[in-house]
């Protein structure tokens, strides 16, 4: 019986029974079990003000390394770019829709109008306010029915919402834009398994649910975001798609406000990506993000 780790998010849920769904077609009893959080405890904080990496992760971390489960499910983007020592992602699912999207409260007319948003993000509400300086931005936190519940009462424009998460829940309304501009987290729209690396016959059996075209934009998308420094809730973007033979990589950093941002494209034949996160990180250190790393930590503390 294989002991599926999951958080009690209706999302988390559903990402759970998929993986879930998936062994049992191979032939693997699956049981799922549930953990709360940190993350979904506090709901009132923004999340870069909690100054926990991981923090949507820990928990089921914990339950592995006491062998209280065999694997995790998570929404990659939650994960650390740096694992517990013993852990390992086993697998990457093929990756859902990557987008960001904007759904409308009932009553929008628009953005000249309507000039609040709800995002618990600092990279959305960066490049948000990058394109509206004139907006104003207000936290929003929660699972996806509680966020859109909050979007319903409040006098907001609308709110961002990960397209993915809505598709998998069924969720997205018919007044949304997908907003193609906006650069999506790292990992954004993968669902990924993490194990214990010693555990070796169980990794063999998950690593069958791994897509490797997903696996390779979601390590360089990770290394770019380690070697600049920067957590899961810092305002950076990154998303690597492939194309026949190309790897097109796109990132940026941005201020708190977007005022400030460093942005880079760039392309890779895919038997040459092994460094392209790497190296477009050290390309955006040498165009000044170290200095804007420590700019947007300082203000975070």
């Not at 759970?16 to 993350?39: D, R």
Request: net charge positive; glycine share 8%; charged share 20%.
């Amino acid at each position: 019986m294989i002991r599926i780790g999951t958080r009690k998010s209706s999302l988390a849920i559903w990402q759970a029974n998929h993986v879930k769904s998936k062994l049992e077609k191979l032939g693997f009893a699956c049981t799922l079990v549930t953990l709360k959080s940190s993350g979904d405890q506090d709901l009132i904080q923004p999340l870069y003000s909690m100054g926990i990496q991981g923090i949507f992760t820990k928990t089921l971390d914990h339950a592995l390394l006491n062998d209280s489960i065999d694997i995790a499910v998570h929404s990659l983007k939650d994960v650390p770019t740096l694992l517990p020592k013993g852990i390992i992602i086993s697998a990457y699912l093929e990756r859902g829709a990557v987008n960001d999207v904007m759904v409308y409260h009932k009553d929008f007319i628009n953005w000249q109008k309507n000039t609040q948003i709800g995002t618990g993000s600092l990279r959305r509400r960066a490049q948000w306010l990058r394109k509206y300086p004139h907006h104003s931005t207000e936290n929003l936190r929660g699972n996806l029915q509680k966020r859109l519940n909050k979007l319903n009462a409040a006098n907001w424009g609308g709110a961002i919402f990960a397209q993915a998460g809505l598709e998998r829940l069924n969720l997205l309304r018919k007044k949304f834009t997908v907003l193609d501009w906006m650069i999506p987290a790292p990992g954004q729209g993968i669902i990924s398994v993490a194990s214990l690396e010693k555990n070796k016959a169980l990794t063999k059996f998950l690593q069958t649910l791994n897509c490797k075209e997903t696996q390779l934009c979601a390590e360089v998308e990770r290394t770019f975001l380690s070697e600049i420094e920067a957590g899961c809730t810092a305002p950076v973007g990154a998303y690597a798609h492939v194309k026949n033979d190309l790897m097109s990589f796109k990132c940026g950093l941005f201020s708190l406000e977007g005022s400030e941002a460093i942005l880079h494209e760039t392309q890779a034949k895919l038997s040459n990506t092994r460094e392209l996160g790497l190296k477009t990180a050290m390309h955006v250190i040498e165009k000044g993000g170290s200095e804007l790393m420590e700019k947007i930590k300082s203000q975070m503390r």
